[in-house]
């Protein structure tokens, strides 16, 4: 797995925790299965920009919180 999609995933698990979310609550709070959640945090499914935003929204994070940067780059590599 590509290690920009790797932090990706992983700040994605970091922000509905961090929001106090199971995975059902999160999928509920998008109208959506808890296997949208599953399978997204997992990898097993690309999530799309507008999913992004309405998770980023879901989550209350602004949207930069997921992007990736060399600092994530080079600390993933450590």
Same mark, same amino acid.
């Given at each position: ?12 698990? *970091?922000?509905? #925790?961090?929001? +106090? @979310?199971?995975? $059902?609550?999160?999928? &509920?709070?998008? !109208?959506?299965? $808890? &296997?949208?959640?599953? #399978?997204?945090? &997992?990898?097993?499914? +690309?999530? !799309? =920009? @507008? *999913? ?10 602004? @949207?930069? =919180? =997921?992007?990736? +940067?060399? #600092? !994530?780059? !080079?600390? *993933? &590599? +450590?």
């Amino acid at each position: 797995m590509q290690k920009r999609k790797r932090i990706l995933l992983q700040k994605l698990v *970091e922000a509905r #925790k961090e929001a +106090n @979310l199971t995975q $059902q609550e999160a999928a &509920s709070k998008l !109208d959506k299965p $808890q &296997s949208f959640i599953s #399978k997204i945090e &997992s990898g097993e499914r +690309n999530v !799309d =920009f @507008l *999913e992004l935003e309405d998770i980023a929204k879901a989550y209350g994070k602004p @949207l930069g =919180f =997921f992007q990736t +940067n060399n #600092k !994530d780059i !080079d600390h *993933e &590599s +450590n």
